[in-house]
């Protein structure tokens, strides 16, 4: 089956300029997440989606990053305007299903991540 | 707040060595932990997960190992491999409640040297 697709591979930005990142999960699953990798350090959670609707996006910053999933399929991350210190790698990932105080076997959570868009900001 | 804690930040090892990797978590309601696995510039991969209701988990060479009490897991590869070199990921999760939240460790850059 076709993976997580994202675009663009990579970016390079000038800070205070704006940047959008694309993500187009695993037909069938109704979970995506954005996260921000920097350099060095493990993935962080940014803003998740079920569907349509954001579950946590506790972690975004609000002031600069947005982030929606219109029609429950893609999504896009946007940041506007950018700082030096959004430099990272911006994982996207889908999970077929996200429990919520149901159970599912352990296939249902697994999260598989897209190949990530680089983004330097000068 | 939540956090994972791994060590070591980078291991190095003779093929056909045995590797161990560890993380403690700090949210005592985690009950599901799966390792990831990073190649240079590719995305992360899942390669074992394990569920707060099981101690143990086997793949052929990789284990994981979890104990609840002391909030802390394992991983264990055995028969250490060159293509095993990677930066591995271990991440907590409350399933049932926040939807599969992956709070994930700093990362291990192992090195297995032939």
């Known amino acids: 089956e076709a993976g997580v697709a994202q675009s663009p591979r990579y970016k390079i930005i000038e800070k205070r300029q704006s940047v959008a990142f694309w993500c187009n999960p695993i037909s069938g699953h109704a979970t995506l997440y954005w996260y921000q990798q920097i350099l060095g350090q493990g993935p962080k959670l940014l803003i998740q989606?079920?569907?349509?609707?954001?579950?946590?996006d506790s972690q975004l910053p609000k002031d600069r990053f947005s982030a929606e999933r219109l029609k429950g399929v893609d999504s896009t991350l946007k940041i506007q305007p950018a700082k030096l210190e959004d430099s990272a790698v911006y994982l996207c990932?889908?999970?077929?299903?996200?429990?919520?105080?149901?159970?599912?076997?352990?296939?249902?959570?697994?999260?598989?991540f897209g190949p990530g868009t680089r983004l330097t900001v000068l | 707040g939540e956090n994972v804690e791994q060590h070591p930040s980078t291991l190095s090892v003779q093929e056909g060595d045995s590797a161990v990797i560890k993380c403690t978590y700090s949210d005592s309601a985690s009950n599901y932990f799966p390792w990831y696995k990073q190649e240079l510039g590719k995305r992360p991969q899942l390669i074992i997960d394990?569920?707060?209701?099981?101690g143990e988990k086997k793949d052929q060479r990789i284990a994981v190992t979890l104990n609840k009490t002391a909030k802390h897991f394992s991983l264990h590869i055995t028969e250490t491999q060159p293509e095993d070199s990677a930066v591995y990921f271990c991440?907590?999760?409350?399933?049932?409640?926040?939807?599969?939240?992956?709070?994930f460790g700093q990362g291990t850059e192992l090195s297995v040297k032939p």
């Open positions: 989606f079920q569907n349509n609707g954001v579950v946590d």
């Open positions: 990932a889908s999970s077929l299903e996200a429990s919520y105080g149901r159970y599912f076997p352990s296939s249902y959570n697994e999260q598989f």
């Open positions: 394990i569920r707060s209701n099981v």
């Open positions: 991440a907590a999760s409350r399933i049932y409640n926040q939807g599969g939240k992956l709070i």
